[in-house]
């Protein structure tokens, strides 16, 4: 069974920067991709970046904004998080695809004031 931890969420102002890291537990290989989703409130959950073996893909709503990346020796995935906007504003799930299967963290809030 695979858990995954989220944290790194908070209040930041418009602008800022803030870093989310999402921890698992149990045997990940870097084959498996590794990423991230959000919820703003009243919306539907959002796909926001993904990575594996050392690629990467970014929804076009973040590109060079928002940067993923990975410690599979640590298994261990990050979001560097910069110029935020209150658009941003939602909680961040963490998830891991596991040959088909999808775990997923219980999700960090990160708000953005404006």
């Known amino acids: 069974q695979v858990e995954l931890v989220e944290s790194g969420g908070g209040l930041v102002q418009a602008g800022g920067s803030l870093r989310l890291s999402c921890a698992a537990s149990g045997t990940i290989s870097s084959i498996n991709p590794m990423g991230w989703y959000r919820q703003a409130p009243g919306k539907q959950r959002e796909w926001v970046t993904v990575?594996?073996?050392?690629?990467?893909n970014v929804a076009d709503s973040v590109k060079g904004r928002f940067t993923i990346s990975r410690d599979d020796a640590k298994n261990t995935v990050y979001l560097q998080m910069s110029s935020l906007k209150p658009e941003d504003t939602a909680v961040y799930y963490c998830y891991v695809n596991l040959y088909g299967s999808a775990h997923w963290g219980q999700g960090t809030q990160v708000t953005v004031s404006s």
């Open positions: 990575i594996a073996t050392g690629i990467t």
